[in-house]
């Protein structure tokens, strides 16, 4: 009976150091990646053309009331879609938006699509995705954002800096 125990017992022990160990390797690995909330982006495929995205406005914001009762009517403040414009070439090329805090720009590569919003002395990323069979690393500073995809021994980076004037992509596969 003791024996028994003293399996069931180990056994127990030896599992919940694996989960653990598990728990903290993929919490290590998730923190580090660039899950931002998700915003709606225009996708087009090769030849299609692409929309404006309008600015992003949280769905529970709702403008202050009025203190006193208006008889005029108001009109709504969101701004009328912009009509679409092709997009000239599918791969690395951006297609801005105008937003608050700058232009939202985003590069297709072989290795997956980087959406970065870049302001006049500055950027962020706002998502990165990798495409099919790629993995996915980010680094960020106070002065650069850098994202590289992966495959067996195929890089594609894209490195957004602005240390030295306002904020330039370059795209380089190696």
Same mark, same amino acid.
């Given at each position: 009976?003791?024996?028994?125990?003293?399996?069931?017992?180990?056994?127990? %022990?030896?599992?919940?150091?694996?989960?653990?160990?598990?728990?903290?390797?993929?919490?290590?690995?998730?923190?580090?990646?660039?899950?931002?909330?998700?915003? #709606? %982006?225009? %996708? !087009?495929?090769?030849?299609? !053309? #692409?929309?404006?995205?309008?600015?992003?406005?949280?769905?529970?914001?709702?403008? #202050?009331?009025?203190?006193?009762?208006?008889?005029?009517?108001?009109?709504?403040?969101?701004?009328?879609?912009?009509?679409?414009?092709?997009?000239?070439?599918?791969?690395?090329? $951006?297609? $801005?938006?105008?937003?608050?805090?700058?232009?939202?720009?985003?590069?297709?590569?072989?290795?997956?699509?980087?959406?970065?919003?870049?302001?006049?002395?500055?950027?962020? %990323?706002?998502?990165?995705?990798?495409?099919?069979?790629?993995?996915?690393?980010?680094?960020? !500073?106070?002065?650069?954002?850098?994202?590289?995809?992966?495959?067996? #021994?195929?890089?594609?980076?894209?490195?957004? !800096?602005?240390?030295?004037?306002? $904020?330039?992509?370059?795209?380089?596969?190696?």
């Amino acid at each position: 009976m003791r024996r028994g125990l003293v399996h069931v017992l180990a056994w127990s %022990l030896a599992t919940g150091a694996a989960v653990t160990l598990s728990w903290w390797g993929v919490h290590t690995v998730m923190a580090g990646t660039a899950y931002d909330p998700p915003r #709606a %982006l225009p %996708l !087009t495929a090769g030849g299609a !053309t #692409a929309q404006e995205a309008e600015p992003l406005v949280p769905a529970t914001s709702r403008p #202050a009331p009025s203190p006193s009762p208006d008889p005029s009517p108001r009109r709504s403040r969101m701004p009328s879609p912009a009509p679409s414009a092709p997009r000239t070439s599918p791969s690395s090329s $951006p297609s $801005p938006s105008p937003t608050a805090s700058g232009r939202i720009k985003s590069y297709d590569t072989d290795g997956g699509r980087v959406v970065f919003d870049i302001g006049a002395s500055s950027a962020t %990323l706002v998502s990165a995705t990798p495409g099919a069979g790629w993995s996915m690393q980010t680094w960020t !500073t106070a002065s650069w954002i850098r994202v590289e995809f992966a495959s067996g #021994a195929d890089r594609v980076s894209v490195f957004c !800096t602005w240390h030295d004037g306002p $904020p330039r992509v370059e795209v380089g596969t190696y």
